[in-house]
Structure formats: structure tokens, C-alpha cells
């Protein structure tokens, strides 16, 4: 399976600071299959970005996905205070669907 | 608005079988333009995929779990079905039944998530 590595664990920044969230795969990944999710607290994950680099409905612009091969990136240009969660990207590119393990962006 | 909301049993004794049901509002499952998915999540956060069925039937599920797990689907009460076999305390975690769009392979919709425990 493809096996995907998320960096870094834990990302320590502040409101209106820029974060970058690596996603790396163990086997190239068809653009067109890599996704990006957010995760708040006792809830289940809502899709950010699709295809690599297309928002989902309803996601603000301050959310950009980009990559391709094994390596992508989410970047978010300007912390909001609601932005803070869990992050997980993903690929079905290949069978079965996989995960990383989620790099949690938290408050400074 | 598409909503999918999964129902079943919260507590499951090892060696049993779990069911869970996942039912669909707000679009057909019929329609042919997604597959609709299980996905848990552990209480230590990782999320695993555990397989998906097309409207006509057809199946794919992870290899891992591929001898224990059966998901079939009901289109007249649009809902769909997941069930696992001989669990044991591995398989607690909390589940959710997932529509996922065939043009861009992305998980775009999400049930709440059901929490199931696995213990006598």
C-alpha cells in the first residue's frame, strides 16, 4: 500500500502566521488522488482540498494544496483562530485508499 | 444537502460480528457518480479506510481487513451496510460511512462517526 508520511507531528504557530503541512508518499501518487482534511475535536473530518490543489465547497482561499509524485504541501497563507485542528492528507490514486498519521497545527 | 448518518450497536463482545448501517439523505445512491465507503479512526487518531461499494454491487475492500468485513448496499432504503467478523479489542474505534466521489477520489461527505467498543 502507499504509505504516506506527514510533517511535521505538531506545528506550533500564531493567529496570522503561515503554516506548511507536508505530506510525503512511499509511491508517486496520481495528482487527481490526493486530498487534504481537517479535523476538529470530536468531529469527524471535513475535506479541505481535492485533487491536490481544488477546494472543496465552501473552503476559504487561504487554504492552497500543491505537488506532485510523492511530495505534496497544504499551506494556510494566515492563521485564523478556527483553523487550529488536525490535518490528514490522503491518496486513492492506488488500492486500498490510505491516510497519513495527521500533523496537528496548534496555538503558540 | 447530502447527510449520511450511521446507526449500529455501541458495544460489540470479542468474537462477535459487528453491524453497522449508514443511511443516505439528500442524494441517491443510485446515481452512479460515487462509491460509498467505511472509514474508522482509532483513539489514537489514525484513520484507515475500510472499503467501499458502487450502486450495482460492486465491492473493493482494504486487504487488511478483507476476510472479515462484508458491505452491501440497499438502494430502495438508501442505506448502506458494514459488517465485521470476529472483532476483538483491535477493532474498537469510532466508524464512519463516507460518500466519496469517483471524479476526484475524495471523501467529501461524512456521517458524525459511531463509537464502537469491542469488549465483554
Known amino acids: 500500500e502507499n504509505v504516506l508520511t506527514q510533517s511535521p507531528g505538531t506545528l506550533s504557530l500564531s493567529p496570522g502566521e503561515r503554516a506548511t503541512l507536508s505530506c510525503r508518499a512511499s509511491?508517486?501518487?496520481?495528482?487527481?488522488?490526493l486530498a487534504w482534511y481537517q479535523q476538529q475535536p470530536g468531529q469527524a473530518p471535513r475535506l479541505l482540498i481535492y485533487?491536490?490543489?481544488n477546494r472543496a465547497t465552501g473552503i476559504p482561499d487561504r487554504f492552497s494544496g500543491s505537488g506532485s509524485g510523492t511530495d505534496f504541501t497544504l499551506t494556510i497563507s494566515s492563521l485564523e483562530p478556527e483553523d487550529f485542528a488536525v490535518f490528514y492528507c490522503?491518496?486513492?490514486?492506488?488500492?486500498?485508499?490510505?491516510f497519513g498519521q495527521g500533523t496537528k497545527l496548534e496555538i503558540k | 444537502q447530502v447527510q449520511l448518518q450511521e446507526s449500529g450497536p455501541g458495544l460489540v463482545k470479542p468474537s462477535q460480528t459487528l453491524s453497522l448501517t449508514c443511511s443516505v439523505s439528500g442524494d441517491s445512491i443510485s446515481r452512479g457518480n460515487s462509491y460509498w465507503n467505511w472509514v474508522r479512526q482509532y483513539p489514537g487518531k489514525g484513520l484507515e479506510w475500510i472499503g467501499n461499494i458502487y450502486y450495482s454491487g460492486s465491492t473493493y475492500y482494504n486487504p487488511s481487513l478483507k476476510s472479515r468485513i462484508t458491505i452491501s448496499v440497499d438502494t430502495s432504503k438508501h442505506q448502506f451496510s458494514l459488517r465485521l467478523t470476529s472483532v476483538t479489542a483491535a477493532d474498537t474505534a469510532v466508524y464512519y460511512c463516507a460518500r466519496l466521489r469517483r471524479s476526484a477520489g475524495a471523501f467529501d461527505t461524512w456521517g458524525q462517526g459511531t463509537m464502537v467498543t469491542v469488549s465483554s
Open positions: 490522503q491518496q486513492y490514486g492506488s488500492s486500498p485508499a490510505t
Open positions: 509511491q508517486n501518487v496520481s495528482s487527481t488522488y
Open positions: 485533487s491536490t490543489s
